[in-house]
């Protein structure tokens, strides 16, 4: 089993709708969860981050996590064409012989398009 | 601020051959990283560092060396190329909190 589990899609949706994509995860020493945009060849740039359970909103994102069941959500209010991107949900721990170090698991991303 | 840069955009490799990828920041982060990205799939840690001389490995570090002289610089040198390194290959850096700043990447390919 995969430590973090996202559905890679793709997901096609027309402008104006509301978006949800998901991550499911198994190991509970992660601390932080976040989402990340990834346009085409391109970085990932970090869109939102939080720490406990719980919804967090920003603009038109809300990201949402539920740390009992291990599953995290973002959501994406009036979609427009330029969130047409992929989406990777990302968790952090800290581990490993450097102290302080956040080191991030990946899901597979989900790729979205917004029709006009 | 450049932030960070990676060098070269891309590559193609012989099977066998060995190259070193570049990685340079400019926002005095102690912690870098380096990924790779497949084909469809999400990035997987190979190594990461916090300042210079201090190297860990990730999840999938075979194949592959670093070495951090200074804060700014965090090359990855890959040795013996073997098809399964073809990659979109992605540097990192951060302060130490959640958010890392990526690069370009570098896209190689080994054949």
């Known amino acids: 089993q995969k430590e973090v589990e996202q559905d890679p899609g793709p997901l096609s949706v027309p402008e104006g709708a509301i978006v949800s994509l998901n991550c499911t995860y198994s190991n509970s020493a992660f601390q932080y969860f976040m989402w990340y945009r990834q346009y085409s060849r391109k970085g990932p740039e970090l869109l939102m981050y939080t720490y406990s359970s719980g919804n967090k909103e920003d603009g038109r994102f809300t990201a949402q996590v539920d740390k009992s069941s291990k599953y995290i959500s973002l959501f994406i209010r009036d979609s427009q064409p330029s969130d047409s991107a992929t989406y990777l949900c990302a968790m952090s721990v800290r581990g490993g012989i450097i102290q302080g170090a956040q080191k991030l698991v990946f899901g597979q991303g989900t790729r979205l398009t917004i029709n006009p | 601020n450049a932030g960070v840069t990676q060098t070269p955009k891309f590559h193609i490799l012989k099977i066998g051959q060995s190259m070193t990828l570049q990685c340079t920041q400019d926002?005095?982060?102690?912690?870098m990283y380096w990924y790779r990205q497949d084909p469809g799939m999400g990035l997987k840690l190979i190594y990461y560092s916090v300042g210079a001389g201090i190297t860990d490995k990730g999840e999938v570090p075979n194949g592959y060396n670093v070495s951090r002289s200074t804060t700014e610089d965090f090359p990855l040198r890959l040795e013996l190329a073997a098809p399964s390194q073809t990659s979109v290959y992605f540097c990192?850096?951060?302060?130490?909190?959640?958010?890392?700043?990526f690069g370009p990447g570098t896209r190689l390919t080994v054949t």
């Open positions: 926002m005095n982060h102690n912690y």
């Open positions: 990192a850096s951060t302060t130490g909190d959640h958010e890392q700043y």
